[in-house]
């Protein structure tokens, strides 16, 4: 089990490196055009210091937090990633598996080529769903409803993609959605033997050419360029008057996620939403966007506690997401560490990254000299 040796989820993202293919690494670390929102997210959160206190009696702390009504263990839980399947064999019911076992919550993304019904009867747990929600009203209640009966406690619908970003370095490495099965994309996955039996093979044995089980705009559409044109709901037509639409058909937790603008969490507020995820889609779409961090406490400030504030994009370390709750958010939601855990070492690679960020939590909350995410919610533990 090469992953029980890293010590933080950046050496289980230089391990993932080395396992998979160039070009599916690729496609899961990088982001848009010049991968400047990519790396300021990380710029940005290094750029917030902490201010800790001293003389705390800190023997007795806690992680936990209260999302939408359930208690979960820690602060941050699992962020949707299309097509986590090229990772690892059915790697998102990988990942709802060592979320339920860690009680951190597990967010399926609809650009998933695992049917919504399997992950959620993989695990008895708290999962949430994303969607790239169509402007076919019709379509999108018949996709509401899927969820529904499948049991999704909460559904974040996906504003940030109105269309379709420019990924370059998808396009140089072969490797893009409509996926076209070039020369060069084949060789990089002989090259690559454990991948090429553990994950295509293997995909391709169980249920042939991967599909994407749950979009909400065709149904079952295949990932392969020559069956498909196009694979994502573009949200340029859904608007305010959808999503209050939407607040009716769907009755449980409805968040946006993609949010950068306070104006957009007013909006959220006036349309009766239950929250908003702060969010440049982890640097994948607007290159040269804000990183959530600059943007949480205006936002916050605009949710005025009537909206449940999460953050994701760039998160990466325990201290990271104590910022985030130190700046105005309940809760964070980490994506990559967790495919990289989820590729080197399936559900326990995903238990192990989970229980490296849940003890960095710990440890910084002592060293703040807080004894609870509350605490940190409250204090003044951070400069700008």
């Known amino acids: ?189 002989l090259l690559h033997p454990r991948w090429l039996a553990g994950v295509l093979a293997r995909t391709l044995a169980a249920t042939g050419v991967p599909r994407l089980e749950n979009s909400a705009v065709a149904d079952r559409p295949s990932i392969l360029a020559a069956r498909n044109a196009e694979l994502r709901a573009r949200g340029a037509t859904i608007d305010w008057a959808f999503m209050r639409w939407l607040r009716d058909q769907w009755p449980r937790a409805l968040l946006i996620k993609g ?34 961090i600059e943007v949480l406490p205006a936002i916050a400030a605009a949710a005025g506690g009537r909206l449940t504030v999460l953050a994701d994009s760039g998160f990466r370390r325990g201290g990271d997401i104590l910022k985030a709750v130190a700046l105005g958010a309940r809760g964070v939601l980490c994506g990559r560490p967790f495919l990289y855990g989820a590729a080197l070492g399936g559900e326990a690679g995903v238990t192990h990254a989970l229980t490296l960020l849940r003890a960095e939590v710990d440890r910084d909350l002592a060293m703040l000299g807080a004894t609870s995410i509350a605490a940190v919610a409250a204090g003044d533990f951070v400069i700008r």
């Open 1 to 189: 089990m090469s992953f029980a040796r890293a010590l933080n989820v950046f050496d289980l993202e230089r391990m993932a490196r080395r396992r998979l293919p160039a070009g599916v690494f690729g496609f899961i670390a990088g982001g848009a055009q010049d991968d400047r929102t990519r790396d300021n997210n990380r710029a940005a959160l290094e750029r917030v210091r902490f201010k800790p206190r001293g003389l705390v009696d800190i023997a007795e702390r806690g992680q936990e937090v209260t999302l939408f009504g359930h208690r979960f263990a820690s602060p941050f839980g699992i962020a949707p990633m299309g097509i986590a399947g090229i990772a690892r064999f059915e790697a998102d019911i990988a990942m709802a598996r060592a979320a339920a076992r860690m009680n951190v919550p597990f967010t399926l993304s609809n650009m998933s080529t695992v049917p919504m019904e399997a992950v959620a009867r993989s695990c008895d747990s708290v999962k949430w769903l994303q969607v790239y929600m169509p402007a076919d009203r019709e379509r999108a209640s018949r996709f509401v409803a899927r969820a529904a009966a499948a049991g999704y406690q909460a559904l974040l619908v996906t504003i940030d993609v109105p269309v379709g970003a420019n990924r370059e370095n998808n396009l140089r490495s072969g490797f893009t959605l409509p996926l076209h099965l070039s020369p060069r994309v084949i060789a990089d996955g």
């Open 259 to 292: 949010v950068l603008h306070e104006d957009d969490a007013r909006a959220a507020v006036a349309c009766g939403l239950d929250g908003v995820v702060v969010s440049n889609h982890g640097g994948r779409q607007l290159d040269g966007a804000a990183s959530p």
